[in-house]
């Protein structure tokens, strides 16, 4: 059987040409961090995800209201053992009428299952497909990202938030959240760290790589996150 590339289809009540317009505003719904144009063939653009990890993409195609395929020149993906992953891939997306809604059919190609990153990177397309480009054509607001999605597992418990790599910028809205100092990580998912910490106005010196931001907020019931997030100290 021939393995699948990963595909995320969604339907919104916007029509092909505002669909067509809305993709080619990468900054509104996958990346605040954009350089370049996505708008014309031949365009190029840069994504940035926690400054060292990236893509850089060209338009290579581009059939308007109805297709357009991004091509993977370059990218560094360093939190996987293969940072380049993602080099020659492509990005399509299919744009379609239906009745009075439009249909947006993106394929990444090149992602397919046994991929080192392709558990993370579904995900993430999921949610930037699914979710921010939805919110962008049906709100007007899309939820583009910065850093990197993460999440650490103790027991039956998941904590989700956002990676970053220790040269990056807090984050301004940081305050108050819950601070994790890396230690060892596998993709996406964090599996000890240094230190964990609330966020107050004083800075925090990290031992690691990459940190992450997560909401101070329990996951289980009455369970302390901070307390929790504790056992993966070593």
Sequence with gaps: MTQQNFCCSIVVPAT????????????????????????????????????TTWSRMEVVEIVPDQFVLWKV?????????????WKNNFIAWDIAAEGASTRITMTHIGLIPGVECYE????????YVGESLYKLLTEGRGLPGSGIFAEVVIGDRK??????????????????????DVRENQGEKVLSAWS??????????????????LENQPVCGGVAPVEDLLKIIE
């Design 16 to 51: 092909a040409r505002e669909v067509f317009e809305k993709i080619s505003r990468v900054w509104d719904w996958w990346a605040i961090n954009f350089k370049g144009c996505a708008k014309d063939l031949h365009d190029e653009f840069t994504v940035h995800f926690a400054r």
């Design 73 to 85: 020149m370059d990218c560094h993906l360093p939190i996987f053992k293969d940072p380049y992953l």
């Design 120 to 127: 993370d990177c579904s995900k993430g397309w999921s949610f």
């Design 159 to 180: 904590y989700e938030g956002l990676l970053f790599s220790k040269d990056e910028a807090l984050p301004g809205s940081a305050r108050g959240s819950i601070i994790i």
């Design 196 to 213: 964990v910490n609330i966020l107050d106005s004083g800075a925090i010196p990290l031992k690691g790589d990459y940190y992450m931001i």
